[in-house]
Structures are given as C-alpha cells and as structure tokens.
C-alpha cells in the first residue's frame, strides 16, 4: 500500500487520514522531517498558512519538502496548503515552499463569506465535485507548466503541476473522496515511473 503523509503541525489533518484510510492507503500524521523518508506522497492540509509556514521554519520543513519535491514525490495542498506550495501570495507576503508556477489571493472570497460549498465540475470527473470552501484562496494566475482543473467564479481552484496539486477547497470535508483518490493516482504513477527508473 501507499504511505501518505498529512503535515500535522498546525490545522485539519484528521478528515485527511480518514479519507486516505477510504481508499486503501496507509495515511501517516507528519510532525517531524525524519518521517519524510518513509512517505510515497504528502498532503500539506488546511488551516493557517502563516501559522503553519512559521512551524515549518522552525521545525527544519522547508527544504525538508523541496528536496521531497525534487525527488519527484508527489505533494497535495489544500487550502492553506495551496498558498504553501506558491511561488507567489498577493500583496508581497514571501512565498513559503515557492515550489509551485501559481499566485494565490488569501481569503479571496471575502472574510465575510467565511465558508460555503458548491458542486464544480472537475476535469476527469464524470459528476461535480462538492467542494467546501473555509476563508479560502483562490489562484490569480497560472504559468504555462501549470494544468486548470476546475474553476470556479473565474478563477482556478484545482490545478496540477508535474508532481504537485493544489487546491483552494476542503476535499476531505465530504463523504466524496474522488480528489484524494486522483493525488493517489499521481502517487502510483510516480512510483511507477522510479521502479522503472531504476529497472533501466
Ligand atoms: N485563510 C487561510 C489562510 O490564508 C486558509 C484557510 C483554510 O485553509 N481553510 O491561510
């Protein structure tokens, strides 16, 4: 099986590792960098960037998850996960990982709006997505690496770059696990890709 790993420094890992558990994989709570080495694929959950980017400062994360990143391991952001993954946040508050060709709006449906929830269609999948949006991001720009897999009031909410996706919405907060279920598909296919790597 696959082993997931959900960054549990600050904000919602739970729902992930229940939804992870649905679909046969083994979902990991990631507190300390050390546990990076056992992981096929890691979920940057939601909650508060700036808390969560402090935390992973402080507990030696950031070029932790590059170098994850540079091996070609797949890495998932949600929500607060999304502006994690960033090389760009409006307004010039420095990027954080600085790993994915997007720019992000914080709280970009209004702080009064604080959460709400929409069916969206999603590229690959047959029936919309519901999608629960909490004080959510939403992407303001995209370069050309990057893949639009679902928009949402004219702008990005699901995007896909190589080994990375990122998404503005809460995908572990419905019953629905179909997200989750196609970052385990870029998992297998990237284990895929190094078994055959090393075969050659
Ligand atoms: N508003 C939060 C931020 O900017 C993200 C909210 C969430 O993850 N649900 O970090």
Sequence with gaps: GLNIGVLALQGASAEHLQQLQSLGAKGVAVKKVTQLAELDGLILPGGESTAIGKLMVQYGFIDAIRRFAAQGKPIFG????????????????????????ISVRRNAFGRQTDSFQADIEVEGLSAPFPSVFIRAPYILGTRQQVQTLAVFSGYPVLARQQNLLACAFHPELTADNRITDLFLQMVCQAGKAKMQGKAS
């Design 78 to 101: 949600t929500c607060a996960g999304m502006i994690l993954l960033a090389k760009e946040i409006e307004g010039g508050e420095p990027a954080h990982l600085g790993l994915m060709d």
